[in-house]
């Protein structure tokens, strides 16, 4: 599968613009200069995973959203702060339980 830059870019300031961040500011939060960041909002340059990484979490969605322009299905960002607050210990307890609720929804569903 080849990646557009252009395309790329694109979805990049899109996104950028969609939060409100002006280039400063999301240059900012990915450690990387307003100026490549323009680059690459133009489509005129390319840039690490690293740098996907940190634009996909400043920009609040995936990697493939980055790069194809498809969201996967995503957690949302409310459900993973809620299930931060659990422990190591508790996660196993919390992943049981949400196993019943999913198979009760789906026998709702029949």
């Known amino acids: 599968m080849s ?27 990915v450690d990387i200069s307003a100026k490549f960041l323009y680059e690459i909002e133009m489509g005129k340059k390319g840039f690490t995973v690293e740098i996907l990484y940190k634009l996909s979490k400043a920009l609040n969605v995936s990697s493939d959203y ?20 659990f422990d190591s210990d508790q996660m196993g307890r919390v992943q049981e339980i949400l196993k019943v609720v999913h198979k009760m929804c789906i026998d709702n569903e029949k």
Do not use: Q, W
């Not at 252009?6 to 939060?29: C, M, P, Q, W």
């Not at 980055?66 to 607050?85: A, F, H, Q, S, Y």
């Open 3 to 29: 990646y557009s830059c252009k395309d790329i870019g694109f979805r990049v300031r899109h996104l950028r613009e969609s939060n409100n961040y002006t280039r400063d500011v999301l240059a900012e939060k």
């Open 66 to 85: 980055i790069l194809t322009g498809n969201e996967t299905n995503k957690i949302p960002e409310k459900m993973v702060d809620t299930l931060e607050c």
